[in-house]
C-alpha cells in the first residue's frame, strides 16, 4: 500500500542553524503536501504546506521544496530556535487520503 | 477560523466499559472528519473517515464494531470504543477538512482526547 517514509527520526541542532527533514512518497497520485508541527500531547499544527504544481514554498523561516519526479519532498527550517523543538510529521495526500510520515524529533539547543 | 474541538480531553476507564469521544467542529461544517489513534512517540494512524449522513469508512485492520463511528451532523462526529480493554489506551485524535469553499485539502486536528483503560 501507499506509504511515507521520513528521515531522520531525531534530529538535534545548536540553536541558530538549519534543520531538513527528509520525506519519500510512493503514491504518484499525491498532489498535497502539509507539514505538521507537534508539541508533547497537543494537537498536530500546520505550520506549512505544498501543492503538486509548485516546486517551492516559503514562510519566513520555513521553506518545503517538492520533486514529483523523484517523489520526495523536504522541510527546511532555518535560524532554529528552542521553541522549534517537537515532533515534525510529514504527510502525502490525495483526495481523501492522507498518509502521515513516521515523524521527526527535532531537538534544538541553546 | 477552522477551529476543532474534541471532548474528553482524557478520559480513565475500567476494561470492558465504552467510553464516547466528540468531535466538534466550531466555526465551519465539516462533511468528512478523520479519527486518528497516535501511540507514545508514534506516528498518526488512520482509523476511519466520517461522512456526514452515512457510514464511516474504516482503515483496514480497525474493527467498526469496536470503534463505532457516528457523524450525525455537519459539526459533529462521535467515536465510541466498546467494551474497552488496556490495549486500547492510546492518543486518539480527530481532524476535520477545512471549509468546502476553500481550496485546500487542509485538514484542522483536534487537540486530542487520551484514553487510559484500566
Known amino acids: 500500500g501507499e506509504n511515507v517514509e521520513q528521515h531522520p527520526s531525531t534530529l538535534s541542532v545548536q540553536e541558530g542553524d538549519s534543520a531538513v527533514i527528509k520525506c519519500t512518497y510512493s503514491d504518484s497520485a499525491s498532489n498535497y503536501f502539509p507539514w505538521y508541527k507537534q508539541e508533547l500531547g497537543k494537537r498536530p499544527q500546520l505550520i506549512i504546506d505544498i501543492r503538486s504544481n509548485v516546486g517551492e514554498k516559503k514562510d519566513q523561516r520555513i521553506a518545503v521544496t517538492l520533486n514529483k519526479t523523484a517523489k520526495h519532498f523536504s522541510l527546511h527550517i532555518t535560524e532554529t530556535q528552542p521553541e522549534d523543538s517537537a515532533v515534525y510529521f510529514c504527510a502525502a495526500s490525495r483526495g481523501f487520503k492522507t498518509i502521515f510520515g513516521a515523524g521527526t524529533r527535532l531537538f534544538v539547543k541553546a | 477560523g477552522a477551529v476543532v474541538s474534541q471532548h474528553p480531553s482524557w478520559v480513565i476507564c475500567k476494561s470492558g466499559t465504552s467510553v464516547k469521544i466528540e468531535c466538534r467542529s466550531l466555526?465551519?461544517?465539516?462533511?468528512?472528519m478523520f479519527w486518528y489513534r497516535q501511540f507514545p512517540k508514534q506516528s498518526l494512524m488512520l482509523m476511519a473517515t466520517s461522512n456526514e449522513g452515512s457510514k464511516a469508512t474504516y482503515e483496514q485492520g480497525v474493527e467498526k464494531d469496536k470503534f463505532l463511528i457516528n457523524h450525525a451532523s455537519l459539526t459533529l462526529s462521535t467515536l465510541t470504543v466498546t467494551s474497552a480493554h488496556p490495549e486500547d489506551s492510546s492518543f486518539y485524535i480527530c481532524?476535520?477538512?477545512?471549509?468546502?469553499?476553500?481550496?485546500?485539502?487542509?485538514?484542522?486536528f483536534g487537540p486530542g482526547t487520551r484514553l487510559t483503560v484500566l
Open positions: 481532524s476535520a477538512r477545512a471549509p468546502a469553499s476553500a481550496s485546500t485539502d487542509t485538514q484542522y
Open positions: 466555526d465551519f461544517q465539516a462533511t468528512t
